[in-house]
């Protein structure tokens, strides 16, 4: 005898198995499994895209004379959380911030590992309200280093955090850390920047060569936000050049330390 095959199960007549069947037929092949979070991810990242352009104004007529300079910066990161992370400063006024700060002390870091001396940045204040930020240092061999880099905002109520990028990729600006102004002296004489890991710290003066009680009031200030004080080392500081000439036309004596000076 040969075996009967199961009979096919006819296809749906009423109306009811007629709505039903497509549905039981797409189930398993519609939208891929995590498409909607893919959707809603992308939505957030375009809002926190934040492009930044800066032109001179006016007509295209004479554009050419015009120097145009266009700054593009990657998105903004989210906000981080940092449950241990130092205090800042209260409030920064950003235009007394700008100028030129000597490094007095750093917390080593390899991107100064060839830095030994006349450390110093320059801080510019563009109209976009970017920071336009130039770091210039003494190499061991003598020649001089320099990185130029960005630096904007993330906390307006106080313009104490920053962050800073030096590094561009097809002339966008990537890799952004933070730069946190921990504390800056009533008449922006001094400054400590530091991260909220304690794991980069500065002290930066106006003054290149300060007291040595000021720049130990200084490090105890950052050993109280819990920054590792014993471990910066200080920069050396050239006198300045009008220092200098003017100790060059003093008497040979005069300029020997006591403990050169031949005995009397």
Known sequence: MSEEKPARKPPPQTEEEQQQAPRQASRGRGRPRGSARRGRAS????????????????DRQGAEDVDARVVLSTPM?????????PATAPSVDLPRYM??????ARLPYFTER???????AEYVLGDDG???????CTHKEGGIGEAKGLARVVDRASNARLEISFRTLYGVHVLWDDYWIISVGADYD???VGQPTRRRGWVLSRDPQP???????????????GFPAKQFIRTRQDAPAQERAAGEGAGAVQRQPAHE???D
Do not use: S
């Not at 060839?114 to 110093?120: E, F, G, T």
């Open 43 to 58: 939505v957030e990242q375009d809002a926190r895209v934040e492009e930044i352009y800066t032109a001179p104004g006016g």
């Open 77 to 85: 990161r989210k906000p981080k959380v940092h449950l241990m992370a």
């Open 99 to 104: 100028g030129r700060w000597y490094e007095i």
């Open 114 to 120: 060839r830095c030994v001396k006349n450390v110093y």
């Open 130 to 136: 970017m920071v336009y930020v130039t770091n210039r």
């Open 190 to 192: 001094y400054a400590l």
């Open 211 to 225: 007291p040595q009680e000021r720049v130990r009031a200084w490090l105890d200030e950052f050993a109280a936000q």
């Open 261 to 263: 000076r031949p005995a």
